[in-house]
């Protein structure tokens, strides 16, 4: 019995959307969300944690989490470029 191999999504080794594509848009895009509340939280623009409202250091630490947020999107998004075979060799089956 053989066991099913790992595939990307839509079926095919072609689709440029693999797991770990889709899993670091995701993730990028909750962590700018995230960044972002926090940001807006130390700047007392979003009300909600009395710990937070206009604290300086969030507005700080909310846009660096936002910004590590936005380079995993990127990452996830961005094409990876295809690996070629070096000059003067041949690639046979």
Do not use: E, H
């Amino acid at each position: 019995m053989r066991t099913p191999k790992c595939r990307t999504i839509g079926g095919g080794p072609r689709n440029n959307l693999s797991t770990r594509k889709i899993t670091m848009i995701l993730v990028g895009l909750l962590l700018l969300l995230v960044g972002a509340v926090f940001a807006l939280q130390g700047d007392g623009v979003v009300g909600g944690s009395s710990l937070m409202d206009n604290n300086s250091n969030f507005i700080y630490i909310g846009s660096f989490v936002a910004l590590v947020g936005i380079v995993l999107a990127v990452l996830g998004i961005w094409p990876r470029p295809v690996m070629q075979a070096p000059a003067g060799t041949s690639r046979q089956n």
